[in-house]
Every structure is written in structure tokens, then in C-alpha cells.
């Protein structure tokens, strides 16, 4: 039997979900989302305050939109916390085969907060503080197509060496992009930088993303249920 191998190693993931609840809670989510910039005009004062260059031509709520009371928003966390504990069992799929005892965990949201995107909005490339990071299309506007408003994820290394059919995969593309689709979720590590391309339609684009950070605990009375993974 031979013993070759070949290890992935440091693959990214970045997860794809869909809410199959979507429908019921978008127009309460808009809603919740109408009376906040209503009540909080300048949106972020604190990035603002800082000078900051990310965000151009849109609205950006502080990110502590989790501590607010609205069920809807509370059922649309639920679902963006199966989708980070779904990533994080995934990732370390591994690890937490080799425990002893099977592991119970919890998600803690420590930032969330919505954008709409005017005619022309986008976002430079940054990355977020956290475990993993996440956006979920609220409400995707006229077009949808490829690149309009899309969240894009940069290479997050430089290749080296030569560059030839042979390393086609890691020097060909420098940005990797997720075309929005209404109660889409895309997940992924916290580290990797992304931005999105500019919006170019008249209906107001809105998402809602959150940071995480997943806690291993030994006792839990009621662990979060993953989202299905495609076979």
C-alpha cells in the first residue's frame, strides 16, 4: 500500500447558506432597519470620527445592532450563528474528532451592524476582527448581476517562483466573487480581506454583516444546530 499523500494545507473556506426563512422576515428586517437610521441619522459616527476611507456613498449602522430588541433581526442572528458554528465544526473537523468526549459550542456575537448601499456605494478591501465574519443579503435591489454590488475576497498570499501553467491556480486570479442573492449567507474567516464592487442600481442595497467568536464549552444544555452542507 503506498503511503503518498497530498495535504491542502491553509485552504480557506467560505461557506454559501441560504435562510429558507427569508421571505417572512425581510420586510420587518427593512423595516427595523428604516426606524434605526431614523433614530441614529449619522449611522457610524465612530468610524467617521476616524477618518475612514472603507465605506463611500452609503449608510453603515453602529456595530452594536445585536444589543437591539426586534425579533426578526433576533431569527435572522440565529441563522448567521448556525452558519459560523457550521464553518468553525467544518474547519476543525479534525480536532474535534480526536476529543475525548464530543464538544459543545456556543457562538458570541461581538459586532453586527447593516449597510445600504446608494447608487454607487461600495466598500475598500478590509478585514474584520473576530473568529469568522459574514454578510447576508437583505435586500439586493434591481440587478444582481456578476460584479454589480458583489462582496469579491482577496488572494491572501503572494505566489512566488515562476509563473506558468503549473501555478495557474495560485497566480491567476487576484480577487475571488460572490454574486448577492437574496437570503444568501457567506461565511468566512474573519482574517481574509474582501470589499464589495460598486452598486449601480436606484433601489437601496442593504446587508447585514456580524463578527464571531465560537467558545468551547464542556457542558451545554443546548448546543446551535449546523446548517446542511452540500454532499
Known amino acids: 500500500m503506498s503511503d503518498n499523500k497530498i495535504h491542502n ?3 480557506i473556506p467560505i461557506g454559501e447558506f441560504y435562510n429558507p426563512e427569508h421571505k417572512e422576515i ?3 428586517l427593512i423595516n427595523f432597519f428604516k426606524e434605526y437610521e431614523n433614530s441614529f441619522p449619522e449611522g457610524n459616527l465612530d468610524r467617521a470620527s476616524k477618518g475612514s476611507i472603507e465605506n463611500h456613498n452609503l449608510y453603515e449602522s453602529k456595530y452594536n445592532l445585536h444589543q437591539q430588541k426586534n425579533p426578526a433581526f433576533e431569527k435572522l442572528l440565529r441563522f448567521i450563528s ?9 474547519s476543525n473537523k479534525k480536532i ?3 476529543m475525548k468526549e464530543k464538544p459543545k459550542f456556543n457562538v458570541e456575537i461581538t459586532e453586527s451592524w447593516f449597510i445600504k448601499y446608494n447608487k454607487g456605494g461600495s466598500v475598500f478591501p478590509h478585514n474584520h476582527g473576530g473568529s469568522w465574519s459574514c454578510v447576508y443579503y437583505v435586500q439586493i435591489g434591481e ?3 456578476t460584479k454589480n454590488g458583489s462582496t469579491y475576497f482577496l488572494r491572501p498570499y503572494t505566489p512566488g517562483g515562476k509563473i506558468d501553467f503549473g501555478s495557474q491556480t495560485y497566480s491567476s486570479e ?3 466573487i460572490m454574486d448577492g442573492q437574496e437570503g444568501k449567507l457567506v461565511v468566512w474567516p474573519s482574517f481574509l480581506y474582501h470589499g464589495s464592487h460598486p452598486y449601480s442600481g436606484d433601489e437601496n442595497r442593504i446587508i447585514v454583516s456580524a463578527n464571531a467568536l465560537i467558545k468551547l464549552y464542556k457542558y451545554s444544555a443546548s ?3 449546523k446548517l446542511p452542507l452540500p454532499k
Open 174 to 176: 487576484l480577487t475571488a
Open 9 to 11: 494545507m491553509w485552504a
Open 96 to 98: 474535534i474528532e480526536g
Open 223 to 225: 448546543p446551535l444546530s
Open 143 to 145: 440587478d444582481s448581476s
Open 82 to 90: 448556525q452558519g459560523f458554528i457550521t464553518m468553525s465544526n467544518n
Open 26 to 28: 425581510k420586510n420587518d
